[in-house]
């Protein structure tokens, strides 16, 4: 059935009072001065999009560890992850790959994950690269997220189909597709029901946000969009 009133409006609201910390690094900055904020969630893409897109390798370290300090900024090893990220990478550089695939505009997670960067095995943080690459396309599939997914459903939902390991989901073809229909349900929901005001990125955002408000208002949502 069509999403309600309600659920229109609850949603909605969820994507206005969408809550993460907005912490980012500096590198320019004494390590004391750190973390600096960004003063919304567009800034901080626009900062990270920015390090993502440079072709100068220190910017895309930076911006690829800026995911790794942002996505953990509610974890009590961050800065440990952040460490051992920045004392691996640098190995990696220049980064021509990873320039490759972003300038065709739609790299995957599978070739992502193959270029073997610290910490980017997965599809939490990997997907947090596309998110920041494109918000208007591609958004974050993580464990949070993952508590949409279902055995029993009236309509079958992409994330239903999910494979989960405890702590983490894993890159696989099948996987893949999932993450891809993740992102057309979230693209479907703002045209649908909000003239296509919102991006991909933003109804991930609003479903996070109501996961941690209200679970079962999630899934009703989830169950009939």
Known sequence: MPLNRTQIEALQHSIHTYSFP??????????????????????????????LRSTVPTDIEQGLGNIIYWGNAT????DSRFAKFNSLIGSFAPYASFNGLVSTGAPSL?????????SYSNISFVSKILM??????????????????????????????LTLYPTSIPITQANE????????????ISSTYYDGRYRVADVERGFFQL??????Q?????DDF
Do not use: M
């Open 132 to 161: 920041f690459l494109n918000p208007q396309e591609y958004c974050v599939l993580d464990l949070q997220i993952c508590k949409l997914k279902k055995q029993a459903r009236p309509i079958s939902r992409a994330l239903d189909r």
């Open 211 to 216: 996961i941690k408000n209200d679970l079962a």
């Open 75 to 78: 974890a009590g090893y961050r």
């Open 177 to 188: 597709q999932v993450y891809d229909l993740w992102r057309s349900e979230c693209r479907c």
């Open 110 to 118: 599978a070739a992502l994950k193959r270029l073997g960067f610290p």
């Open 218 to 222: 999630a899934h009703s949502i989830y």
């Open 22 to 51: 907005l912490d980012y690094y500096d590198h320019t900055l004494p390590k004391q001065q750190n973390p600096q904020v960004a003063s919304s969630i567009q800034q901080l893409e626009s900062i990270i999009q920015t390090q």
